[in-house]
């Protein structure tokens, strides 16, 4: 009997420290490199979803130069073969587009994409209190016009 409940302690200590090791040695989970290729005047792939401090490499493989914007990143012009590298810090949309070509549109959805706390909150449809206008139209003599006033 002691030599089971020894032996279930030296198996529980030792799981608990694999366990352990494994979690100190592999450690919070990295944050991704993604890849977007400029290529055939398009963006591949056109949206793409991110994790917070991931960051998006854009490659240029087309002839054509590219420049890169958005409310969040500016990327300088890239020629064939050059690349810009951006990491995101907090969540959000950031829809992009090229501005030497305007049709060429991206978007990179960070995390949820909403942003954190403080934001303002989207417009609501509110109700009136306004009267309705009436739709009935005064009496009308011959010839469609109206009648003049205490005829009728």
């Known amino acids: 009997m002691r030599l089971r409940l020894r032996l279930r302690h ?65 990327a300088p012009p890239m020629a064939k073969g050059e690349s810009f590298s951006f990491t995101f810090g907090e969540n959000q949309t950031i829809p992009y587009r090229c501005q030497i070509h305007t049709y060429m549109q991206g978007k990179i959805t960070v995390g949820d994409g909403q942003p954190q706390g403080g934001g303002t909150p989207p417009p609501t449809e509110t109700p009136t209190t306004e009267a309705p206008t009436p739709t009935t139209k005064p009496p009308a003599g011959p010839l469609g016009l109206p009648l003049p006033i205490g005829a009728g």
């Open 10 to 74: 030296v198996l529980a200590f030792g799981t608990g420290t694999v366990l352990t090791v494994g979690g100190l040695l592999l450690g919070p989970a990295a944050a991704a490199d993604h890849t977007v290729e400029i290529k055939g005047l398009t963006f591949i792939p056109e949206e793409i979803a991110v994790g917070v401090g991931d960051s998006v490499t854009w490659v240029n493989e087309d002839d054509d130069k590219h420049d890169l914007r958005s409310d969040v990143f500016d």
